[in-house]
């Protein structure tokens, strides 16, 4: 017997990145026929940015490149804070 409707693919779901601090939340959606990337701070879920793509594949490296870039801010900050202490020293 066959089963009305169709099976939910890969394509349809939510895709979400967290951010190592999880301060910042990614999220992959199809919209609009295309694929929507949406940046959003937390915990307000404010929209930071949002970027639309033709294929799922270009926004899910997208959505992974927000997520570095993220994680690298992090990372600048605390060694931009590392090397102001060392001045103080002097």
Not at 29 to 52: G, M
Not at 57 to 65: C, G, I, S, V
């Amino acid at each position: 017997m066959a089963v009305s409707g169709r099976r939910r693919s890969d394509e349809d779901r939510v895709v979400r990145y967290l951010n190592t601090e999880g301060d910042f939340e990614v999220e992959v959606s199809h919209t609009l026929n295309k694929w929507c990337v949406t940046v959003f701070q937390l915990p307000s879920k404010q929209v930071v940015a949002q970027d639309f793509f033709p294929e799922r594949w270009k926004a899910l490296a997208r959505a992974q490149d927000f997520i570095r870039l993220l994680n690298q801010r992090k990372k600048k900050e605390e060694e931009g804070l590392a090397g102001h202490r060392d001045d103080d020293d002097f």
